[in-house]
């Protein structure tokens, strides 16, 4: 009954209309009204919310004490329950209840004597548990004169609050850690194809600019990247030092406002996401429009088929931020999650194994200290904290993909950070570009076998969770092992990894760049 009083809400409201009038008012002539003590007896209708979810309805009496309970249900309160300590109520209370109803056992005294109590702590209204099933009428005595009551009673039957304690195992594999995990590779794989065939299509480009010579090698070599991003080892070391002033930002500064604005950030990168995505698979059906311009102030030119895809953007970027707190909500969040990961991907380019392998190592132990380490300095895992959205009302931040955990007994959602997809993922779209450009098939290269690594890495992370009993575990530090370990084990064992580690791609013969041959001189 403590754990029911605790987290339930109850809303008194009486029974109304003239067809069942004769049901719920009952005038009991022989019960004494005196002044203050007159209420005819009603039956009263209190529901319960638990965790804010609405629970079951019982059924008690009114006094004949104390003010009217009003008839409307739109004119009741919803008021949080809180138990009477001591629990009889026959003697006041220990602490103020700050316009709670107070839940008490009928106990020994006066119903009068226990809503005096009870008004007098600052109750807002008083119910009583009686101790059979029946229900008793609330009656004041004869000499009683002191019946000046402002707050309500209702007396509960003794059968009316119940509670079973039992704490359920969570199941050993949930249907949402398997969703996200096909959700994860799938992005990477997505995104990794999508990369290599831009990829691609530049070099086609360029050996056919080849062919007329070696001024359209200059004119490549200057403009052929246009639109991709190489980074180096300097910017790889660089993310560790950023995103561990950005983490700790977050911890620090984590508030309803500073929520709303990493909300406003996200819907930016995800429009962003979402309208490059929209374009690319729709201009092989729109490809006039895809391929008409137009000037735009401050932007440049843009494309016909940008301007009609980006309202669609934006509305479904801002309907997500004001509805984030709905029950599928997660939905809108994934979405716009992975069209950000996968133009990022697109966009960004690992050039060689060397700088992947710099990325991720700093990335494996960026993720570690923040789980593990920061233990130490915080008192408490800062990464998991700020995941979870400890500080906020929020549940968790928007800078990751979540599925609610549909089977599990306690609820709440399977997450999966966007760098656990994002930094490996530059790593595997590396590996797919370099055998496109080596025209290796599947077995004999490289990408399948680092797909298979980065998803072998991401289950054992799953199974890892799981055997810590729910514990946030750095997924980075079973997934870099995986993917790096497996990209230069291979490269070693088939004699390329020189090719990998610094150039990122295979040796190529320009036959179009050889010079003519020149006859001897006489002299």
């Known amino acids: 009954m403590a754990a029911a009083a605790v987290l339930a809400l109850l809303m008194v409201s009486a029974l109304a209309g003239p067809a069942a009038g004769g049901d719920i008012v009952h005038h009991d002539d022989e019960a004494p009204k005196i002044p203050g003590c007159n209420n005819d007896f009603i039956l009263v209708k209190v529901q319960s919310w638990v965790n804010g979810k609405e629970g079951d309805e019982f059924v008690g009496v009114g006094a004949r004490f104390g003010p009217k309970i009003v008839s409307k249900e739109k004119h009741a309160n919803r008021t949080k329950l809180t138990l009477a300590d001591p629990m009889e109520c026959c003697s006041p209370p220990k602490d103020k209840v700050s316009g709670d109803i107070l839940l008490v056992q009928r106990g020994k005294c006066k119903f009068t004597k226990k809503a005096k109590f009870a008004?007098?702590?600052?109750?807002?209204?008083?119910?009583?548990?009686?101790?059979?099933?029946?229900?008793?009428?609330?009656?004041?005595?004869?000499?009683?004169?002191?019946?000046?009551?402002?707050?309500?009673?209702?007396?509960?039957?003794?059968?009316?609050?119940?509670?079973?304690?039992?704490?359920?195992?969570?199941?050993?594999?949930?249907?949402?850690?398997?969703?996200?995990?096909?959700?994860?590779?799938?992005?990477?794989l997505g995104a990794s194809y999508w990369s290599a065939w831009s990829a691609r299509e530049a070099v086609i480009e360029q050996e056919k600019l080849l062919k007329d010579g070696h001024e359209g090698l200059l004119n490549i070599e200057a403009g052929g990247s246009s639109g991709m991003v190489d980074i180096n080892v300097v910017s790889a070391i660089m993310f560790v030092v950023v995103a561990s002033c950005f983490l700790i930002m977050l911890y620090k500064l984590m508030s309803y406002w500073f929520v709303e604005l990493l909300v406003v950030i996200f819907c930016i990168g995800g429009v962003e996401g979402l309208q490059t995505c929209l374009v690319a698979l729709l201009s092989r059906w729109f490809k006039p429009a895809a391929e008409s311009f137009v000037k735009v102030p401050f932007i440049g030119a843009v494309s016909h088929l940008t301007l009609a895809v980006c309202p669609f953007c934006i509305a479904f970027a801002v309907l997500w931020a004001v509805f984030r707190q709905l029950p599928y909500a997660w939905i809108g969040q994934d979405i716009l999650?992975?069209?950000?990961?996968?133009?990022?991907?697109?966009?960004?380019?690992?050039?060689?194994?060397?700088?992947?392998?710099?990325?991720?190592?700093?990335?494996?132990?960026?993720?570690?200290?923040?789980?593990?380490?920061?233990?130490?300095?915080?008192?408490?895992?800062?990464?998991?904290?700020?995941?979870?959205?400890?500080?906020?009302?929020?549940?968790?931040?928007?800078?990751?993909?979540?599925?609610?955990?549909?089977?599990?007994?306690?609820?709440?959602?399977?997450?999966?950070?966007?760098?656990?997809?994002?930094?490996?993922?530059?790593?595997?779209?590396?590996?797919?570009?370099?055998?496109?450009?080596?025209?290796?098939?599947?077995?004999?290269?490289?990408?399948?076998?680092?797909?298979?690594?980065?998803?072998?890495?991401?289950?054992?992370?799953?199974?890892?969770?799981?055997?810590?009993?729910?514990?946030?575990?750095?997924?980075?530090?079973?997934?870099?092992?995986?993917?790096?370990?497996?990209?230069?084990?291979?490269?070693?064992?088939?004699?390329?990894?020189?090719?990998?580690?610094?150039r990122g791609e295979p040796e190529r013969v320009c036959t179009h760049m050889h010079m003519p041959l020149l006859p001897a001189s006489p002299n």
């Not at 199941?171 to 969703?179: H, L, N, S």
């Open 119 to 188: 008004e007098a702590a600052g109750a807002s209204a008083i119910v009583i548990i009686n101790h059979v099933h029946e229900l008793y009428k609330m009656v004041c005595e004869k000499n009683e004169t002191d019946l000046d009551i402002h707050i309500p009673a209702v007396l509960l039957p003794k059968d009316a609050v119940s509670v079973q304690l039992y704490s359920p195992d969570r199941p050993v594999v949930d249907t949402a850690e398997v969703f996200l995990w096909l959700m994860a590779v799938g992005t990477v």
């Open 337 to 502: 999650g992975i069209t950000l990961i996968v133009t990022v991907i697109q966009i960004v380019r690992v050039p060689n194994l060397k700088v992947g392998s710099v990325l991720l190592s700093c990335a494996f132990l960026y993720d570690i200290f923040w789980v593990f380490v920061s233990k130490r300095w915080f008192h408490e895992s800062v990464m998991i904290v700020v995941a979870r959205g400890d500080k906020t009302d929020e549940d968790g931040v928007p800078m990751l993909l979540k599925i609610p955990r549909m089977f599990d007994p306690w609820g709440g959602y399977s997450i999966i950070g966007f760098g656990d997809i994002l930094l490996p993922g530059l790593v595997v779209a590396f590996a797919l570009r370099y055998d496109f450009v080596a025209k290796k098939s599947l077995q004999s290269g490289y990408f399948l076998w680092s797909m298979v690594a980065y998803g072998s890495g991401l289950l054992i992370t799953y199974v890892a969770l799981n055997l810590m009993d729910g514990h946030g575990q750095p997924a980075l530090l079973y997934i870099v092992p995986f993917t790096l370990g497996t990209l230069i084990a291979l490269g070693w064992k088939r004699g390329e990894l020189p090719n990998l580690w610094t």
